[in-house]
């Protein structure tokens, strides 16, 4: 009961922190760092800054609630797998996994589910191709939602980078002169002794705040993206990537792997998120027979 409160908890800390240094960054690189700026003629072009930061966080929103539509599809329980019988030869080749001899029975859903899926404590589902639970959607990533999440992580990198750089330069444009100290100062911890010595006011605290809070985003997102593209192309998933004995679902080829998890049109999901798209179900491997 405590642990499930506990990530009961995170869940919700995790959606809070997104939106909130999402909201932090983008209306503080809107609404002051921009035109400050701009005013002492440190961008050479402040239009396209600002264009490219309002495409980005349209990005960023628009595969974020596209991960929490289709995650509704990742129950492994509630799809044709459980319902389809056997053939003859005691084979099927539903939702791109073969053979539902080789089905295990979760005890907490009490359902058969295929090779790949695992349940999930906080959805309290089984997911199909579980990837990880994201306590920054509170949902789970698994087959229907990966091809969301990949350019949600993308875009995520992007922007907060971009936000890194233009707070970077709001500190030392701003704050440094006024300061006389050096930019490299203004590690978080010697920023909190300089406020408590009367040396720092309170809005450098907060800037540097953010810029830590922003840098943490791009470290989360830079390792989630492209450990995630990793997988992808290897036609894998974390539980496979660390268990040496766990059933290999890979379709052969870089491609094959990458258009199991985009569609056919798999660039098309990092230019805007496509959920109306079918997820490809001619990829699967034919079932072995006996």
Known sequence: ?????????????GVVYFFGVTAACFFTADLLVLPRLSADGDLASPGCVRLLLYCVIAEVLANYFAVLRTSRRNS???TAFARTPASTNGSSTVLGYSGLANAEFCLHCRAKRPPGAHHCPLCRVCVLGHDHHCFFTACCIGRCNRRHFLP??????LGSSLC???????????????????????FYPITVVLYATGNADASVVA?????????FGVLASFYFFFFQLLLVCRGQTPHE???????KMSLGSCRRNCARVFGRCGLL??????PALPMPEDFARPAKTA
């Not at 405590?2 to 800390?13: C, Q």
């Not at 949600?152 to 990198?157: A, D, I, K, Q, S």
């Not at 990537?241 to 059933?247: D, G, I, M, W, Y």
């Open 164 to 186: 890194v750089c233009l707070q970077y330069l709001y500190l030392a444009r701003v704050f440094q002169p006024a300061l006389s100290v050096n930019i490299w100062m203004y």
């Open 76 to 78: 492994a329980t509630s």
């Open 152 to 157: 949600l992580m993308l875009h995520v990198l």
């Open 241 to 247: 990537f660390a268990e040496v004995s766990a059933q």
């Open 1 to 13: 009961m405590e642990r499930a409160l506990s990530l009961n908890l995170l869940n919700a800390a």
């Open 207 to 215: 800037m540097v705040t953010l810029l830590f809070a922003t840098l």
């Open 269 to 274: 999901q990092f230019l805007w998120p496509c």
